[in-house]
Nanobody, 114 residues
C-alpha cells in the first residue's frame, strides 16, 4: 500500500490543522492506521493510532488536543490537531500496520510558531 500524507503547514500557536493520509487501496481491513512525528534532532515518535475496530490511542502530549479518525469509504485517515503548540513542530508521517508489516508515507511538515 502507498500512503500520501498532506495538510501540513505553518500555523500560530493555538491554531488548528487537519492532516490527511490517503491510501492507494482500501483501508477497510488494515489492522491499524497511525500517525508518527519526528522533530528536528529527535527520534520518530508515536502520535495517534486507530484500529480496524476504531479503537483510538494517543501519546500523552497530544491527548485532548488531537483526534484521529478514519473514513473507509475514502481510504483516508485524518488527524485533527487543535490547540497547537510550538513543541508540536515536526514532520508527521502516516503509517499502516498490515499483518505485522509497517508501511510509511512520505511525511508532511507542521510548523507551529510562538
Amino acid at each position: 500500500v502507498q500512503l500520501q500524507a498532506s495538510g501540513g503547514g505553518l500555523v500560530q500557536a493555538g491554531g488548528s490543522l487537519r492532516l490527511s493520509c490517503a491510501a492507494s487501496r482500501s483501508i477497510f481491513s488494515i489492522t491499524s492506521m497511525n500517525w508518527y512525528r519526528q522533530a528536528p534532532g529527535k527520534e520518530r515518535e508515536f502520535v495517534a493510532g486507530i484500529t480496524i475496530g476504531r479503537i483510538t490511542s494517543y501519546a500523552d502530549p497530544v491527548k485532548g488536543r488531537f483526534t484521529i479518525s478514519r473514513d473507509n469509504a475514502k481510504n483516508t485517515v485524518y488527524l485533527q490537531m487543535n490547540s497547537l503548540k510550538p513543541e508540536d513542530t515536526a514532520v508527521y508521517y502516516c503509517n499502516a500496520l498490515i499483518q505485522r508489516n509497517n508501511y510509511w508515507g512520505q511525511g508532511t511538515l507542521v510548523t507551529v510558531s510562538s
